[in-house]
């Protein structure tokens, strides 16, 4: 895809370095003379976006590891005191706290992005997957970020957390005990979290540059899902693509900062801010917003071991979709059928989410005030059955049946000046 | 037609709205407008000295605030911050609210290691009125006042609910079975229908609380002539306890303005630069 290098170095520095360590080489190849399709829309813009995120994360938590102390006794006033006595310390934590809820905004509207333009299909199927061990690392490392304050969420829903493992026939009770560190979650549980959530997001950092190295070897996909065939299908990464880039992640910056500087607690929950009883259970546990559809699926079916393998297999089930989608067309520009069921999922999605957030038994409408009605548990199986449905069932099938719109056989055909599509096909 | 799906709708309305009323749950909380609301919002020092002192006076016999240092109290956008005083512990006032706390300090004596109680200075945090969690409980049969240093935070609704629940007791419905220690109030949340005796669609909203009501007409007198109604000591106390919260809150909106503005001037620049560099390019 990137073709032969065209980094000439100029100085006689560089010149030395390019023989010993081609590092600047690489660097040029990859982020100023490496191709990127002309038509990329902001859709497009997300992986910067995602990597301004990884970044802030990594820099706001070194700083609040300097504070942070990971003791059953010390955690949550150590958090208080970073809010009060720390130089900055509220708009580092803050800055941390809401990071998170933005890194899975914006990871959420990449991984959309991926599927409504078939980013996922060949030959992307590896950089998609590792794509998914990246959210799967995300989800893990927000989770042990979630239970460090120590405040009465964060030990309740290490314990609902941690209890999910024990589900498991045989093995479930050992795994518990050793992810514990004892019998119940203590202090051995929140040092070892504290290690785990600061080791992940460097595995994450791992994988992303593994992401970028497999999206490199196929090219970027693009809102038309045809390959880039000429020069003229593509522009140089830097200045067009950084540009556009810089200006997205500027406009994701001023949605951050409202968040941090006027609602900073807004997506957490005020429970948090009770310090961690063990004794106390809060009226009802709640997960953060990101994790909610996943735990809308696991209270979906009565038994426990059901419910964590259907939750375990609803992101497990990304892993295989290059292979479950037969449809050879990408973008779901040219499958009007497949985008109003794409729709539905997102829709569905949402409702997911709501459910997670609603006790299950509580009743959304009702006929009369004993009569029949839809409760949330119920909501919550239908939209499971789409959520699977969709990818083990419309997916593979829709891409046999349906008929795609005619496909543009360049990118530049439809968008260079010129005869348009449009007006091609009508006479 | 029209009439009909009016019928149908308004129908289906009170076919959602049915249960939503039946059942109890507590009042929402009154939304008061408050000096420190919004982007803009800061809080009013006068509000925020007479609100200390009813948490000195009236609160802090029972609750705690361990997460508050006297300095504090003198930072900049607190209730005696001082403009002379920019080093909040030469600050005068501060110095004597923490020599005159009702509990000292306890403290080690460093010449002949004996435990001591000692005033408290401006770099402690506020003394506990209760040695221990146990002594706390043992003097309020059997319930544990809370902590109050982020109260404000920690309950849905923040100086909203707090003003409102101070403000929420009301005589015992009758058809409810309290036991006496507990004191109907209707913010106050918790599900009445299992001591509730009368129609069971008709459950009152609210809850039991073990604190008596804590305020009282002039229970407390304002060193600036305020009157001192309940409803007055409840705005107070409600927005120190906000202010004590997050004392760095009026510095993070401050601060957000600033970002702000950069930001969406940034972003101005740029846009400018994308168009710039794109101007020759289709896409």
Known sequence: ?427 | MLRKTLVLAAALGLVIAGPAMASGGALHPKEINWTFNGPLGKFDQAQLQRGFKVYQEVCAACHSMRQLSFRTLGEKSGPFYDEHYKNPNDNPYVKAIAAGWAQQVPDIDSETGDPVLRPATTADRFPAPYPNEAAARAGNGGALPPDLSVIAKARHGGADYIHSLLTGYRATPAGLKAPETLHYNAYFPGDLSGSWSGDKHHVPAGGLIAMPPPLAPGKVTFDDGAPSTVEQQSRDVAAFLAWASEPKQTERKQTGLAVMIYLLLLSVLVYASYRRVWRNESH
């Not at chain 1, 000439?8 to 360590?21: A, C, I, N, Q, Y």
């Not at chain 1, 590792?130 to 989800?139: A, D, E, T, W």
């Not at chain 1, 919550?380 to 997916?395: D, E, N, P, V």
Request: glycine letters at 8%.
């Open chain 1, 1 to 427: 895809m990137s073709g032969p290098s065209t980094y000439e170095p100029k100085t006689g520095v560089t010149r030395w370095l390019d023989t010993r360590l081609p590092i600047l080489r690489l660097a040029h190849d990859s982020f100023v003379d490496y191709p990127t399709p002309r038509n990329l829309n902001y859709w497009w813009t997300f992986g910067a976006i995602l990597s301004f995120c990884l970044g802030m994360q990594i820099v706001t938590g070194i700083v609040l590891a300097m504070h942070y102390v990971p003791h059953v006794d010390h955690a949550f006033n150590s958090v208080e005191r970073i809010m009060r006595d720390v130089n900055y310390g509220w708009l580092i934590r803050y800055l941390h706290s809401n990071g998170a809820s933005m890194f899975f905004i914006a990871v959420y509207i990449h991984m959309l992005r991926g599927l409504y333009y078939g980013s996922y299909k060949a030959p992307r199927e590896v950089l998609w997957i590792l794509g998914c061990i990246i959210y799967l690392l995300m989800m893990a490392t927000g989770f042990l970020g979630y239970v460090l304050p120590w405040g009465q969420m964060s030990f309740h829903g290490a314990v609902v957390i941690t209890n999910l493992f024990g589900a498991l026939p045989i093995v479930g009770e050992p795994i518990t005990t050793w992810l514990w560190g004892g019998f119940a979650v203590d202090n051995p549980t929140l040092n070892r979290f504290f290690s785990l959530h600061y080791l992940l997001p460097f595995m994450i950092a791992g994988v992303v540059i593994l992401h970028i190295w497999a999206l490199h070897v196929s090219g970027q996909n693009n809102p038309l899902g045809v390959e880039p065939k000429s020069k003229a299908d593509t522009v140089k990464f830097t200045p067009y693509a950084t540009v556009k880039d810089g200006f997205a992640v500027t406009l994701f910056m001023l949605l951050f900062a409202f968040f941090v500087f006027y609602m900073p607690n807004a997506l957490g929950h005020a429970d948090n801010y009770i310090p961690a009883n063990p004794l106390v259970t809060p009226t009802h546990i709640v997960p953060e917003w990101y994790y909610l559809p996943f735990y809308a699926i696991l209270r979906a079916v009565p038994d426990k071991l059901t419910g964590v393998i259907l939750m375990f297999s609803s992101i497990g089930v990304l892993f295989v979709l290059p292979w479950l989608d037969t449809s050879k067309v990408r973008s779901m520009r040219f499958r009007p059928t497949a985008r109003l069921f794409f729709i539905l999922f997102l829709v569905n999605a949402m409702i997911l989410g709501f459910c997670g957030a609603n006790l299950p038994d509580e009743f959304i409408f009702r006929i009369g005030e004993d009569g029949p009605g839809l409760n949330w548990l119920w909501l919550s199986r239908i939209a499971t059955l789409y959520y699977f449905g969709y990818f083990l069932l419309i997916t593979p099938v829709l891409g046999l049946v349906e008929k795609p719109l005619p496909v543009p056989d360049t990118i530049s055909s439809p968008v260079l000046p010129g005869p348009d599509l449009h007006n091609e096909q009508k006479a």
